[in-house]
Each structure stands twice: as C-alpha cells, then as structure tokens.
C-alpha cells in the first residue's frame, strides 16, 4: 500500500527546526535500518542544491502524487526507520498547511478502510486495505498516520508504535539504550545519513552471500565536504579478514569498470577517484567531487 511506497522512497533516496536533524548516535533507537534525508541542509547548501534538484525531478513528484505534499515546498526532513518490535515508522518535518492535511488524510482514505481514532487526546487514523474494523500488524495491509504532532507528519505499521510516539511528542519509541550500535556517520553538513544490519540483505532481499553473512552493519552518508559532495560508506565485518576481502573485491570492482571501453567520462571520473580502506574490521569506501560530476554519475 502507500506507505510501503512511502518507506521505499525514502530508502531509495539514501542509496534521506526538525526532529531528527543531523542523526547522532542516541538519536536513534536499535533499528533493523534507517535513512534520513535533511531537505532544509541541501537547501542551504552550494553542494547540496545540486543533489537537491536532483532528488526534486526524480523523487518529489511521486511524493506529491502519492501523498498529496509537495516536498519541495513543505519538508524539511523525512526519517524511516525499522525496529524489529515497532515495525516501519517515517516521520515527515515541514509546515503544513491545512490544504496539504487535507490533502494528505483524503489520498490516504482512498486506500480502502479509513477509521478515525485517537489516543492521549491526539486524533489518528487508521487505513486498512481490508476491512474498516479488522486490525492488522502487517505493513502490506494496515497503516496509521497523525498530523496531531505540531509540523510533523507520523506514519506507522504498528499501532502500539503510533500511540507511544504520540504520548511523547513525535519521538519513536524503542530501546535508545542500544541505539550505539548502530552505524550512523556524520559529516560537515549532512544530507542524507542511512544504515542498515546487514543481517537484513539476506531476511528481505534474498541476498544469499557468504561475505554477507560475515558482515555486521552498513552506514552511508552522502555530506558537504569543502564545497565538494561527499559519498562516504563503511561496512562493519566480523574479522579484519572479511573487510579485507571486501575491500580487494571493490577495487577489483572497480579497476575492471574503469578499464571498460563504454564508461561514461563522469563515471570514469567517479571511479577513479573512488578511495577504499580497511581499518581493522571497518571497510570504508569514500568519494569526495564537485556537486554536478557527482550527480550527473549517480544519475
């Protein structure tokens, strides 16, 4: 439904005055993954205006046509994230105006059952492909969503995660004490941070791979380094021997794409300056370029 588009949109984008500017370690809660897109940062940034109007061509219309919200207009950040207890939860920051609520609650009744419910005095609702009264736990059929949190859109797969977070403000509820063992980076300024239990490749994707399976976490972030924009990724393995395993594939990854006939200039330039390093059990893969080369090669 919607809001599993909704999820995948802004986890496509990490390959991103708000709630969750600028991810720091204890931000977040123990997550199966997350991705974070700070929209406010790109706009006022040299750097990030180039990945800004990228993201406004490829991304912002589907949002707009499925949500009813212009992103560029009305966000300043959008937040995903999954827990394994809490299902799938996106938190939208912007000022909304009352067309857009409207807006937002009628495209959502299309999806099939709409009820009108409320917890600690805070309206939700919830939208079942369904039925109008049987409750679901599966992000396929059943979501919730709440606009009763001052400029903050909440959407949830899981009732109980949506009546926690109403009771306190629009933070997600989880267990924030382990929330340092997820990999987040940060940079000068940042646009888009993301990161994932690599566990997850395998469970969701299907992803049946050895090197995997001794592997951790993965962490992206896509930040303002010096006016140039930086694509940085680090992979957490189990053994200093899997990192460097990893890290002799990507550079032969690479060397093989760069020595092909038929790569584009900007591609070729992008990859030959691609860094990769191991330290101990951390392979880090790290890009720093001028704003447009680098968006003309991740186009």
């Known amino acids: 439904m919607r809001f599993a588009r909704l999820a995948l949109i802004v986890f496509y984008i990490a390959l991103p005055a708000s709630l969750f500017a600028g991810i720091k370690t204890g931000d977040l809660p123990s997550a199966n993954w997350y991705a974070h897109v700070d929209l406010s940062e790109m706009r006022s940034s040299a750097a990030g205006k180039q990945l800004y109007a990228w993201l406004k061509e490829e991304v912002f219309d589907d949002l707009r046509d499925e949500f009813g919200f212009d992103a560029d207009q009305e966000a300043d950040a959008i937040t995903a994230l999954a827990t394994a207890d809490g299902g799938t939860v996106v938190v939208i920051d912007g000022e909304f105006s009352q067309e857009t609520q409207d807006r937002i609650l009628a495209i959502t009744a299309m999806a099939g059952g709409f009820n009108t419910l409320k917890h600690d005095g805070k309206d939700y609702f919830q939208i079942d492909d369904e039925s109008h009264n049987h409750r679901h736990e599966s992000i396929d059929d059943v979501a919730f969503i709440s606009l009763a949190i001052a400029n903050r859109l909440l959407v949830t797969s899981s009732e109980q995660q949506m009546q926690a977070m109403l009771g306190n403000g629009g933070r997600v509820a989880g267990d924030y004490d382990k929330?340092?063992?997820?990999?987040i980076l940060r940079g000068e300024k940042n646009f888009v941070q993301a990161g994932m239990q690599t566990q997850m490749?395998?469970?969701d994707f299907g992803w049946d791979s050895n090197l995997l399976r001794n592997t951790e976490q993965l962490g992206l972030l896509i930040s303002d380094q010096g006016g140039d924009l930086a694509v940085e990724a680090k992979l957490v393995a189990t053994e200093a021997t899997v990192a460097n395993s990893l890290a002799s594939i990507v550079r032969g990854l690479i060397s093989l794409q760069a020595l092909s006939g038929e790569v584009d200039p900007e591609l070729s330039?992008?990859?030959?300056?691609?860094?990769?390093?191991?330290?101990?059990?951390?392979?880090?893969?790290k890009i720093a370029m001028d704003p447009e080369t680098m968006v003309e090669a991740i186009d």
């Open 201 to 203: 490749f395998d469970e």
């Open 269 to 285: 330039q992008f990859l030959n300056s691609t860094n990769v390093a191991v330290d101990g059990t951390v392979l880090t893969v």
């Open 179 to 183: 929330a340092g063992a997820m990999l």
